[in-house]
Each structure stands twice: as C-alpha cells, then as structure tokens.
C-alpha cells in the first residue's frame, strides 16, 4: 500500500541533543512537507520541498534543518536551538506544490525533551 | 487574532445526532477550504475539499462555505461512534504557486460520540 512511514513514533530527548526524523514516502509525490502540532494550536508548517535537492522554509524553520536527497525521502532534524522541541511532527506530501492543499499525512512522531 | 479560529471542544453527542463543525477566518484571500479528520495518536486525512462558497456532500457529510460571512462548517448526518475524532478546518488561498503556508489550519474540534 502506498503511504508515507515516519519513524521513530515516539522520541525522547535530552536537552542539547540533536534529533533526526525520519520520512519516507511511496506514492511518487514531488511535494512534501513537514508540520508541527501542539496542542490547542493549528498545524505549523516547519519547511516544505517541491523537488529533490530544493526546501523552503515555512512559519517556524527556526531551530530545524531538512534535505532532500532523494524524492522518497524528507528528514527533519530538530537541533539544540529549537526552544520548545516537545510535539507531535507530521510529514506529509502532495502530487506536486499546486495540489498542496490535498495532503497525504504519516501517522506522526511524538517528540519529548527530557 | 488567528487567520482561523476553530472551537477546540469537545464537543460530546449521543449516536444519530446530527453534527455541526464550524470555522470562521479573516483572510478574504482564501478560496480552497478543506476538512480533514485526525484520530487519535494518528496523522489527519483528508475528509472534504471544496472551492469558494457553496455547498458540497459525500455520504453523510456536507461541507459548506459561506464567504461572504468567511464561515465554514462540516455536517454529520446520522453520527456514529466511529466519527469521534478531531476535526480540523484547512483553507488555502490563491495562486498555488508557492508552499509557503500551504495551507492555515484551524486548531481542531474534539468530537466524542457516545453509544
């Protein structure tokens, strides 16, 4: 079945540390996307990547860094300068940036900062 | 003042109630406006898609759009305890041409259906 896998699940993390998320997809999308979910608050879009080797930075890339190396694959790390890393990531991709709006989610990871 | 304001809940009903899910926003800019279903512990999916204003439906669902009042809503006919989810409004304006805030979600409506 085509889909997109994020792993790990869940996560913790000592403060200071780097963490990377990963996002593979299969459905052959050009677009992806990563999303932050917190509590009481709407998803916020972290970074997002039309094409291989190319990624634009959304609302809140500050504190996260991405790449694009292969269309199947878009992995977030959270690095030590983001402020308040705890949150559910969502990866997510689209057919290409014109359908963004019709999105195909993973089933998310759940990050915790020790 | 968020773009989107959606009524967090819960919002608790007995099965068979008829189920209204409201979102207003500000930007007058938006003409793509989405509803997406997220259980729990899971990533959402999309559930309805409508352009501008007006009415659409899928089974027991009717998504409709009121721009002129920037009002959005999702009906449920006939609720079931399989619906109980969170509800999030999406919206999207125009053109496509850029990922940057692709789409400005609402911040959920937590639906319990009881049995």
């Known amino acids: 079945d085509g889909g997109i896998t994020q792993s790990p699940k869940y996560l913790f993390r000592k403060e200071g540390q780097n963490v990377t998320l990963s996002c593979e997809q299969n459905?052959?999308?050009?677009?992806m996307y990563w999303y932050r979910q917190d509590p009481g608050q709407g998803l916020r879009l972290i970074y997002y990547?039309?094409?291989?080797?190319?990624?634009q930075k959304g609302d809140i890339a500050e504190g996260y860094s991405v790449s694009r190396e292969k269309k199947e694959s878009f992995p977030l790390t959270v690095t030590s300068a983001q402020k308040n890393p705890t949150a559910f990531y969502l990866c997510?991709?689209?057919?290409?940036?014109?359908?963004?709006?019709?999105?195909?989610f993973g089933a998310g990871s759940r990050l915790t900062v020790l | 003042q968020k773009e989107v304001e959606q009524d967090p809940g819960p919002l608790s009903v007995p099965e068979g109630a008829i189920v209204s899910l409201n979102c207003t926003y500000s930007?007058?800019?938006?003409?793509?406006f989405m509803w997406y279903r997220q259980y729990s512990r899971k990533g959402p999916e999309l559930l309805m898609y409508?352009?501008?204003?007006g009415n659409k439906e899928d089974g027991r669902f009717t998504a409709q759009v009121d721009k002129s009042s920037k009002y959005i809503s999702l009906f449920i006919r006939d609720s079931q305890p399989s619906d109980s989810a969170t509800y999030l409004c999406?919206?999207?304006?125009?053109?496509?041409?850029?990922?940057?805030?692709?789409?400005?979600f609402g911040s959920g409506t937590r639906l319990q259906v009881q049995p």
């Open positions: 997510a991709s689209s057919t290409n940036i014109g359908r963004a709006n019709v999105l195909t």
């Open positions: 459905l052959n999308h050009d677009a």
């Open positions: 990547s039309q094409i291989v080797n190319d990624f």
């Open positions: 930007n007058s800019a938006f003409q793509y």
């Open positions: 409508t352009y501008s204003s």
């Open positions: 999406a919206m999207r304006g125009y053109p496509f041409d850029t990922g940057r805030r692709a789409l400005t």
